[in-house]
């Protein structure tokens, strides 16, 4: 049986080996990661599917800056483990994610994917054809979806890195002792 929970940090290594078996190194290239990098998800908005004690799915959400609608947030990755694919998983993740952005007030959400599997969901490229993501060179596959009536209405400009963003602190790692 799989469970929705709250990402813990003792799922960070689960949860990136995960991410380099479902994408693979490619996923560091692309615009929305770039979006992301550095940076920590939206409170309450990292979510991990576990079967058996492991890892077999994940979700995150960012807020971003959605040009003139204001925030939003922006959804990836979604993953699933190969070899639990096909089983409702990653269904499941979207339906919980967007579920609890909405509880928590959030207004939109955009991802970058394909509409025919996200359109499901609620998303289109309809309410994002004025938005634009540096780097992204397929703007169709720039999906919203609206949690609050009218949030994206007439949204228009670049999506963004909010600048209160909270960030992901480093941590130097302790100087060598000599022997």
Known sequence: MVTIRQERTADFGAREALLE???????????????????????????????????????????????????????????VHPEFRRRGIGSALMRHALSEARRRRHGAV????????????G???EPTGRLWLPGLDAPHRLLGCE?????????????????FAPRVRR?????????
Do not use: C, H
């Open 123 to 125: 998303f289109s490229a």
């Open 21 to 79: 078996t479902a994408y693979g190194p490619t996923r560091f290239r692309k615009p929305s990661a770039r979006l992301r990098n550095g940076r920590k998800p939206a409170a309450g908005l990292s979510l991990v599917a576990v079967e058996g004690g492991v890892i077999v799915g994940t979700v995150r959400l960012w807020e971003v800056s959605a040009g003139t609608a204001g925030l939003a947030l922006l959804l990836g990755p979604l993953a």
């Open 110 to 121: 955009l991802l970058v994917g394909d509409a025919d599997y996200y359109g499901r969901f």
């Open 147 to 163: 949690l609050r009536p009218g949030a994206l209405a007439g949204a228009q400009g670049q999506i963004a890195a909010p600048r």
């Open 171 to 179: 941590v130097p790692s302790p100087a060598p002792q000599a022997a």
